[in-house]
């Protein structure tokens, strides 16, 4: 082993169990020259990804994603390895121009040395975009502000709010840099959370270094990436090779027991009023355009209904843009052809025209299908202008149903307000000075500074200041309020003799100006902002301030405050990622409070859905965001003693009606203030794990999905053959009594016993499939035998399926063994063969049996890639479920039958529920 850092680095701590596991099998990992670890917020990836370069004993470059997170590994080396001998001068550095033995940097002075670029580096984790509703408004540049202060610059401006970074790679060979330093390990901290340009020019560094070591490291892979994003990324970072889970950090006391809770509001009486009046007129809209006699010409036009045969290839591409063709044409009488209503897999009456409908329509005829119509440009603008005028256009989307205006008033609900107000006084009072609260927040609204103090405004809006000036007016007594945001920092006056003191500490010098007579100021401090951060973090620390509302982009990634245990996301963000990061800020362990639990809320304004619109709420608003969110987040079960992800998992009854809203949120409020129940809760599911965990993804289906029509067979068939072994027996005794030692009785003899075992083998296969877990299983394997020949799995040696019927109304598979990535991939063919017929490029089909209708499934894309892939799925699918084979449907032949297999269309068939779950077990 390279011994390059001896006696400069050492670690000082105590590995866990987690982390000696990974380090045990290093060596290993490097076999390829890269280890792949992934590993949830608080697991000590980085300490982790330390020790490993240490161990390979040469120069580093280590990338981050900020200026803050860069930091940050400089001050673990120091802080958790260097030794006492070791100048850190000497061995670290933050510049590309002035490596040394280990050098930390952002990708974004990656991407501008590798442009010999001059200019200004901000702060920027340098994310992808995200489906953020906040994104899409400018609100003052505020939040632009927050994100470039966080920490860590070394050049900073004079007003002391933003620090900035001046680099000049003009005359700077970075590979010739590389080599006179001696590089040759490349750590990669959240490599595939990068912008475009960024991830080409890491790509590009890469390949021009083929002899360097790579370490890779991240809390969350792309698993929902496509194929082709997923091969990039693991060929840049290498297989995972080792995961650390959140349970497993509970376990182990990296991570604290916490839950999540759910906190309703109904819409205001004008909100309400609002989101009536546009359903209203959306309603309007829709018998406006399906007046419109422009539009009906227009729509007359399109080729597909005079040339019916030669779009159908194209109209099986959209089945739901067809299907609103058809729905449309229906219902103003214009004909259509036949061969279009076999093409859709429906022989009755097409459903009625309706909101959904129109959009659908609508979306095809002004943007995504303009060419297959007849239509003037004056045509196309009048609709477009006559929706605009509507608020039924949207970010070029037409909107008349899942409008985009009514989610934003829900998002920004002001009922949110005083379900912050009920949250804080309920955690306060279950806590009182031991709680720590962070209200994380999208905006700061600065301009509404000169509001605090006054009794002649209304506070509506979401955001740091508002927040902070409608808490305080309700006058919680013993709450000690506070903000830090990039540019707006409010602590309690009480604080002033303190102050001096701890500036001093970071180097900093400020004042505290009075709010009035509100208790509070503006702290207005000059210095780093990293420092300012600290000194209000110290504060919060301490107790001076028990509930601190912040902005996300300050707060909500890289921000080190362990004392934090209650945590409200008063934000839009529903993506994993970003929703990941905030919730890891409540649920650290703190060394001052080795009790500590998390409580963590999200807030949700729903309202009633329209009719006709299904959810698990009958409701809409930002109850889906929260489900996103939540298809990642493992956390203990309130149903049993199960660690699982999923928004059910809260066990949150359905809701309906504004009562339901309060006796919900008088559920959770129950929930949250017994810690001890939520600390035994969680000791009692992990009792049940013993050694190392996986994580499980689940497939259900309904039990009835899987015995329709098969299961009887099944039963008909093992009577029958029942019968004939009685019959053969019967007849056997017979002729052996006739014919006794007769020369054709051993003929006769044989022959039946040709058919007896012949039949007892059929039986056999009848009775493997005589259940809906049994035919679950037989799938299941024939799948993963399938995925193995086809090279699709990363440690497919490893793995193996589970199947288990739940109560007997559903039949879940998951994959045991193997990556999260091989779960992903099993889980992702599993719903597609379970799934509705929609345009597969190959189907799997049984001929009929008994004069009963044929089985058929659609192949997964991951095998109708290519013939070769399709025959090895047909190959291990015969072997498992009988004679099955697959077919081609983009041949005439192939088209024709897909026709007739479509009869689960999107018309007139409900897809199968299928749900995944991730669930932690032991093995």
Request: with cysteine; hydrophobic share 35%.
């Amino acid at each position: 082993m390279n011994t390059g850092y001896e006696g400069i680095l050492q670690f000082r701590g105590k590995w866990r169990d987690y982390q000696e596991r990974v380090l045990l099998h290093a060596q290993q990992y490097l076999k390829d020259g890269k280890i792949h670890i992934v590993a949830a917020p608080g697991s000590g990836k980085t300490t982790l990804g330390i020790e490993l370069i240490r161990r390979l004993g040469a120069p580093c470059l280590i990338f981050s994603p900020s200026i803050t997170i860069r930091q940050q590994w400089l001050m673990r080396i120091q802080e958790g390895f260097l030794t006492e001998e070791a100048d850190p001068q000497e061995i670290l550095s933050n510049n590309l121009k002035q490596m040394k033995q280990m050098t930390a940097t952002t990708y974004q002075a990656l991407y501008s040395a590798m442009k010999r670029e001059q200019g200004t580096l901000e702060e920027d984790s340098g994310e992808a975009a995200e489906e953020d509703a906040a994104a899409s408004e400018a609100v003052d540049g505020v939040d632009a502000a927050d994100s470039k202060v966080a920490a860590g610059g070394v050049t900073e401006e004079a007003d002391g709010e933003k620090e900035t970074e001046q680099v000049d790679y003009r005359d700077f060979d970075i590979f010739k840099a590389v080599k006179e330093a001696g590089i040759t390990t490349i750590c990669l901290d959240e490599a595939h959370h990068l912008r475009s340009e960024w991830w080409k020019a890491l790509e590009t560094f890469l390949d021009k270094l083929p002899d360097v070591k790579i370490i890779a490291l991240t809390a969350t892979p792309p698993y929902d990436s496509t194929p082709a994003q997923w091969k990039r990324y693991i060929d840049m970072c290498g297989p995972i090779d080792e995961e650390i889970f959140t349970p497993e950090l509970v376990r182990e006391g990296s991570l604290c027991p916490h839950q999540d809770y759910v906190y309703f509001n109904w819409p205001t009486r004008e909100e309400e009023a609002y989101v009536r009046e546009h359903q209203k007129r959306m309603q309007m809209q829709v018998q406006k355009m399906m007046a419109d006699e422009t539009l009906r010409r227009i729509v007359s036009s399109h080729q597909g209904l005079m040339h019916p045969e030669e779009y159908s290839e194209r109209f099986l591409d959209k089945p739901e843009y067809f299907t609103a063709l058809l729905v449309y044409c229906q219902a103003k009488g214009i004909p259509f052809s036949g061969y279009l209503r076999k093409l859709i897999g429906t022989k009755g009456k097409l459903p009625g025209m309706d909101a959904h409908w129109m959009e659908v329509l609508l979306q095809g005829v002004l943007y995504e299908d303009r060419e297959s119509y007849t239509m003037m440009e004056a045509e196309r603008e009048s609709l477009l202008q006559e929706l605009k005028e509507a608020g039924a256009i949207y970010r070029n989307k037409v909107a008349l149903r899942d409008n985009e205006a009514i989610k934003k008033v829900l998002m920004k609900s002001q009922g949110k307000m005083e379900s912050i107000h009920t949250i804080v006084q309920a955690e306060y009072e279950a806590l009182e000075n031991d709680l720590r609260l962070l209200v994380l927040c999208d905006y700061i609204k600065k301009d509404k500074l000169p509001e605090i103090g006054s009794k002649d405004t209304l506070v509506t809006e979401l955001g740091a200041v508002p927040i902070f000036e409608y808490l305080r007016r309700q006058n919680m007594a013993g709450i000690r309020l506070g903000v830090l945001s990039g540019t707006v920092i409010i602590v309690p006056m009480e604080v002033e003799a303190k102050l001096p003191e701890l500036l001093a500490q970071y180097g900093c010098s400020g004042t505290l100006n009075p709010l009035g007579d509100t208790g509070y100021g503006q702290l207005m401090i000059k210095g780093k902002s990293t420092h300012t951060v600290a000194v209000v973090t110290e504060l919060f620390r301490q107790g001076e301030i028990h509930t601190l509302i912040g902005t996300k982009s300050l707060l909500g990634e890289g921000w080190d405050a362990p004392c934090i245990n209650s945590l409200i996301l008063a934000t839009y963000v529903g993506s994993f990622m970003l929703s990941n990061q905030m919730r890891g800020r409540a649920i650290r362990t703190d060394r001052e409070q080795p009790d500590k639990t998390g409580n963590i809320w999200h807030l949700a304004c729903i309202f009633p859905k329209e009719r006709g619109q299904q959810s698990n709420t009958d409701a809409e608003g930002d109850y889906e965001m929260l489900e996103r969110r939540f298809e990642s987040f493992l956390g203990v079960s309130c149903r049993e003693d199960v660690i699982e992800s999923g928004i059910g998992r809260l066990d949150i009854p359905k809701i309906t009606s504004k009562y339901e809203v309060d006796k919900a949120n008088r559920m959770m409020l129950e929930r949250a203030k017994d810690r001890n129940a939520l600390r035994q809760r969680w000791n009692q599911s992990l009792q049940e794990v013993r050694n190392q965990m996986e994580i499980e993804q689940i497939d259900e289906i309904a039990a009835k999905e899987i015995e329709t029509g098969y299961i009887f067979i099944n039963a008909v068939c093992i009577e029958i053959i029942q019968v004939i072994l009685a019959i053969l027996l019967m007849s056997g005794r017979m002729m052996a009594q006739k014919l006794g030692n007769h020369p054709a009785f051993l003929l006769l003899g044989i022959a039946l016993l040709a058919a007896f075992a012949g039949i007892v083998y059929q039986g056999i296969r009848l009775f493997k499939f005589s259940t809906p877990a049994r035919r679950m299983k037989q799938l299941s394997e024939a799948m993963l035998d399938a995925l193995r020949e086809c090279g699709e799995l990363e440690d497919g040696a490893h793995c193996r399926t589970e199947v288990e019927s739940f109560n007997g109304f559903v039949v879940g598979t998951w994959l045991k063994g193997g990556t999260t990535r091989d779960k992903t991939t099993y889980s992702a063919c599993m719903e597609e063969l379970w799934g509705v017929i929609d345009n597969p490029r190959y189907l799997l089909i049984r001929e009929k049996i008994f004069g009963t209708s044929r089985e058929c499934y659609s192949v997964p894309e991951i095998f109708g890639r290519q013939k070769e892939r399709a025959l090895i799925f047909e190959k291990h699918m015969k072997r498992a479920l009988g004679p099955y084979h697959v077919v081609y449907t983009r041949t005439p032949e192939g088209r024709k039958l897909l026709l007739k297999e479509r009869t689960r269309s999107f018309v007139n068939q409900n897809q199968s529920l299928l749900q995944g779950k991730k669930i932690a077990k032991g093995y």
